[in-house]
């Protein structure tokens, strides 16, 4: 045997000291990742708003400069696709508005959540740091911006109060519910479904941002094919279409083969569970069991990935 060899060293019958097993590949550290991160909410809630004032630095208005471009938006928009689909004003801009509104939350969760260790590499490389630090920043900013957004329906909600506090439809030209036309029950306490809603659709940005986060970190292609899909899912919600016309009643019922395919779009979910208590409009049980298992299967992935990669992000940014 060679003379170095360790065993000799040590001796016939005395047992070399077996050193500990490294916890890096383990869930534990996973979520205690996740659970120093929440208590480190000083930080990303400071670093959060301070990218929105950094965003609109020297400008008079500041953050509310978020709202009037939402407003303008939806008025542009709301009038436009109200004529040409002929749909009746008082209730198609609240639906159009509140969906560019959620729709700029998931967007920029996506977008930016793609990018957001990458966007941290210096913090990343010199703070110690949770990485979940750097994932609730980027949910926290969009969730700021949300807040912002919803200034403007509750301007259209004062306004439109009337048309939605009662029963009506999309599809009659004035907005009243008409028989053989598909009408939504109007506003109610049901309203505040629109809360747990919300607190999904903030648990899914959050395993979105986390997921993507990583896998983008180590890929750099999949930025460009996500943004190219986001497009995609863009004009496959109905944000700026309501799926009312394909139901039975609407103008284009003759084509209701299509919405078997509108549905199996898990953003059709999400902006049903979140949108539709805020117009008064009937949620099914179905939006929200898809919601909920988006929610609990995503957040799987999430730790698995946290769990492999965790350790190697900061070599990867």
Known sequence: MHATSTVDAAGPGIS??????????????????????LAARELWSHLGWQDIKQRYRRSVIGPFWITISQGVIALGLG???????????????????????????????????????????????????????????????????LAHNLIVYLVLLVIFFSALDKQYSLGSPDGACLPGKFCHPGLSWNIFLAIPGFVLLGLTACWAT?????????????????NSLIQLLFYGTPIVWPVDQLLSGGARAGVSWALPFIKANPLYHFMQVTRSPLLGQAV???????????????????????????SRVSYWV
């Open 16 to 37: 070399m000291p077996v050193p500990p097993a490294s916890d890096r590949k383990t869930f534990s550290r996973a979520i205690a990742d996740i659970r120093d991160g």
């Open 210 to 226: 986390l997921l993507l986060g990583i896998i983008s970190t180590r890929f750099r292609d999949i930025p460009q094919v996500i």
């Open 79 to 145: 009038l436009l696709y109200s004529q040409l689909f002929n749909l009746p004003i008082q209730v198609f801009l609240p639906y159009i508005s509140t969906g560019f509104i959620i729709w700029g939350f998931i967007q920029g969760c996506l977008s930016e959540g793609m990018e957001t260790f990458i966007a941290n590499e210096g913090m990343i490389k010199q703070l110690p740091a949770p990485l979940s630090v750097y994932v609730l920043r980027t949910v926290w900013r969009q969730t700021l911006l």
């Open 284 to 310: 099914g049980w179905t939006s929200w069991v898809v919601v909920g298992a988006i929610t609990i299967v995503g957040w799987g992935l999430a730790l698995v990935a946290m769990r492999n990669y965790r």
